[in-house]
Structure formats: structure tokens, C-alpha cells
């Protein structure tokens, strides 16, 4: 039986819960974390998980929620830092101040409360592995990806800072960075309108959840010795443009 033990959190949708259901597969115990208690416990039921129900916004409830964990559940062998948003997609100039906070608590400061409240526990048993989920809008920039894509940046920059701070502990780091995948992600970012959601993906073949949970399944299960930095992925219908030039007419 395997006894180990992943955290994910926003595991109610998405990436989060495809990433649930690829663990749960192979018989690891599954910490499942998220605001909506009624998906996360009927996925609970489903997987056999522990259910968290925790913004990760609020730092004291993270801690609270990571110091909760039953005994059978405390050692957090992988933890996925999956919760996060993008919130419309306007010019910076008239982007809503409201969803830049929203997606810094989130992106940025619940990824560094989890991180925080979970880390010692890998460094003092010498053993773990943190997969950041971050973007490919922290590497490439575009028209509304604004706040969204620095959030990222943060995130691929704390990975790879956590990198050097971890060095000899054995506990791993590895920023996922996605492209176009089709989940919940527009249809929060388009704030429910399910239309606008759907023109994302259309005509073409965008990443799925369990195309990324593959990928974390992958990253996770190489030889100790072996740390995926990073992991950019995007769907083949995906690619380059070129640079904007404005010009006069
Ligand atoms: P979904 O909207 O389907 O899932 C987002 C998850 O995050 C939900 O489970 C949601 O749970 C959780 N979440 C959001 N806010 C909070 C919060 N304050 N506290 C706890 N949980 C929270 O989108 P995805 O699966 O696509 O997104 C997962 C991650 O992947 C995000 O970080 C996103 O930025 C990133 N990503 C997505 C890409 C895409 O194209 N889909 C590409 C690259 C990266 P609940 O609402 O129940 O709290
Ligand atoms: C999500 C990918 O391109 O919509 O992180 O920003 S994108």
C-alpha cells in the first residue's frame, strides 16, 4: 500500500481535482484543499481524501488548517500550490484595483502561507516536493495578462529562490508552468459568462486537467536525485507572435 501523502490545494476544480484523481489512483492518501466545501467533500467521498476547507487568503486560517491535520495525514510528502486566479482581462490602465488585490492574496501571498506552513515539516524529515503551478504569462507578456502574469513571475522567482534556501535538505522545487488550458480558469476570469469562457478554447485543442496531472505525476516520481526546475507546456495549437509595432498611419 502507498502511504504517501500529497496536498493539493484548489482541488475543487480544474487542474486541482484532475491532479486529485491521478494520485488517488495509485493509492496515495490525498489532502484536498479549497473554499467549496460541497465539491471538496464529495470528492472526498469519491477518493478517500482528507477534506481542508480553507481560503488560502487567510493566513491564519492556512495555519490553522495545516495544523488540523490527523496524524495519518500530517506528513505532506508532495504539495501542489495549485489555488489561483486570473480576473479580467483589461488594459492596465482600466483594470479593476479589486481583482489585482484578489489575485495577489491568492497567486501570491496564499501560495506563500501554504508554502510556509508546510515547508519545515519537508526540511526536518529531509524528504518532499513542492510543485508550484505557475503560468506561461510569467514568461511571455500579453494585452490584459498584467497583474495575472506578474503574479506568476512571483511564483516562478520563489521557486527558483526556494531552489538555493533548500539546498541540501532534499526537499524539491518545481514550477509548472501551463499554457491554454481548458478548466474553470476563464469562466472565473470572465466572471461566469460562460460565452466569452468558451471563445478561449475555440477551434482548437487546448491542455486538459489531466494532461497536467500527468505532468505532476511525472516530475514527482523521478529518481530522488533528479529536480524539474521548471516545465513550461503548452498545447501544440499554441505558439509565438510577433512583437507589436505601433505605427503611424
Ligand atoms: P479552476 O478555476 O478550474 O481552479 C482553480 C482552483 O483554485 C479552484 O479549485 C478554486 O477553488 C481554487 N481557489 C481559487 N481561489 C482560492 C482561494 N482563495 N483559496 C483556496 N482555493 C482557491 O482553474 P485551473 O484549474 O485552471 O487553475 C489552477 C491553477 O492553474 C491556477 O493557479 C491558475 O492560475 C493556473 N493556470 C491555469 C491555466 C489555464 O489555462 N487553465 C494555465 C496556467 C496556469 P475554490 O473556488 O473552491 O476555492
Ligand atoms: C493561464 C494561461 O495564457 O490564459 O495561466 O494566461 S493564460
Known amino acids: 500500500m502507498n502511504q504517501r501523502t500529497i496536498l493539493i490545494t484548489g482541488a475543487t476544480s480544474g487542474f486541482g481535482e484532475a491532479i486529485a484523481r491521478r494520485f488517488a489512483k495509485e493509492g496515495w492518501k490525498l489532502v484536498i484543499l479549497g473554499r467549496r ?38 506528513t505532506i510528502d508532495v504539495l501542489v500550490n495549485n489555488a489561483g486566479l486570473a480576473l479580467g482581462m483589461e488594459s492596465a490602465h482600466k483594470a479593476d484595483l479589486d481583482d489585482w488585490e484578489q489575485m ?15 515547508l519545515p ?23 490584459g495578462g498584467n497583474a495575472y502574469g506578474a503574479s506568476k513571475a512571483f511564483v516562478k522567482q520563489f521557486s527558483l529562490n526556494m531552489r538555493a534556501d533548500l539546498q541540501g535538505t532534499n526537499v524539491r522545487v518545481t514550477n509548472l508552468e501551463p499554457g491554454l488550458a481548458e478548466t474553470e480558469f476563464s469562466l472565473v476570469r470572465f466572471k461566469g459568462d460562460k460565452e466569452k469562457a468558451a471563445t478561449v478554447y475555440a477551434g482548437m485543442m487546448p491542455l486538459t486537467g489531466q494532461d497536467i496531472a500527468e505532468a505532476v505525476h511525472w516530475c514527482t516520481h523521478l529518481p530522488a536525485h533528479m529536480n ?22
Not at 465539491?39 to 478517500?48: F, I, T, V
Not at 495577489?104 to 508546510?118: C, E, P, S
Not at 524539474?228 to 498611419?249: C, D, L, Y
Request: glycine share 6%.
Open 37 to 74: 466545501k460541497d465539491r471538496l467533500d464529495k470528492l472526498a467521498k469519491e477518493l478517500k481524501a482528507h477534506v481542508l476547507v480553507c481560503d488560502v487568503r487567510k493566513r491564519k486560517e492556512v495555519f490553522e488548517a495545516i495544523a488540523s491535520l490527523p496524524r495519518e495525514y500530517a
Open 104 to 118: 495577489v492574496d491568492t497567486n501570491v501571498k496564499g501560495l506563500m502561507y501554504i508554502t510556509r506552513a508546510v
Open 121 to 143: 515539516g519537508m526540511v526536518e524529515r529531509g524528504h518532499g516536493h513542492i510543485v508550484n503551478i505557475g503560468s506561461t504569462a510569467s514568461n511571455y507578456p500579453y494585452p
Open 228 to 249: 524539474v526546475n521548471r516545465m513550461e507546456i503548452m498545447p501544440t495549437a499554441q505558439s509565438f507572435g510577433p512583437f507589436a509595432v505601433h505605427r503611424k498611419t
